[in-house]
């Protein structure tokens, strides 16, 4: 089982910076690396992700509702994060969907990307790229996120 928690910084379709973070919560399971042809060990994880955003917009863009041009949304998303594990280094890619609420009402969001991260015995730490999307009534926004995260592995018990 893991818990891991990150920060970002999104860069949307106005060219305007914004900021978000999401705390992870998944159970990870791993193919043994005999049966890799790599060399190390496939890793696979079911996610649960929760966050909120502060995301700017373009005054002419259907999602500025508010005077400042700022779209927050919370969401809640399950996906599946897929990686290997190399020589001191896992790299992953990841894609998440779910419900997101906020600002301009109700809708969908997901995320796709890619993760580099470092291992110690208790966790990981790492860098992550995504690209993100919301789909509300008053329009559709994508952004890129970039950003830090930790971590951290909880033993079965």
């Known amino acids: 089982m893991t818990l891991g928690v990150g920060a970002s910084e999104v860069v949307d ?14 159970f ?29 917009v373009s005054a002419e863009s259907t999602l500025a509702l508010r005077p400042d ?4 949304l919370g969401r809640v998303t399950w996906g599946l994060r897929a990686g290997l594990t190399l020589v001191g280094v896992e790299p ?4 998440h969907a779910g419900p ?6 109700g809708g969908t969001t997901w995320d796709a990307g890619f993760a580099l991260e470092s291992r110690l015995s208790w966790a990981t ?3 992550h ?22 971590q951290f592995r909880l033993p079965l018990w």
């Open 129 to 150: 790229f995504a690209v993100d999307g919301l789909d509300v009534d008053s329009g559709d926004l994508w952004w890129f996120e970039v950003g830090p995260h930790v």
């Open 69 to 72: 041009h700022v779209v927050e």
């Open 125 to 127: 730490f790492g860098v």
């Open 13 to 26: 379709d106005s060219g305007g910076l914004g900021g978000g973070g999401d705390i992870r919560w998944g």
């Open 92 to 95: 992953f890619v990841f894609v």
């Open 28 to 56: 990870r399971v791993g193919v043994p690396s005999t049966a890799i042809l790599f060399g190390g060990a496939m890793l696979f994880e079911l996610e649960t992700v929760a966050g909120y955003w502060r995301i700017p």
């Open 100 to 105: 997101a609420f906020g600002s301009n009402g």
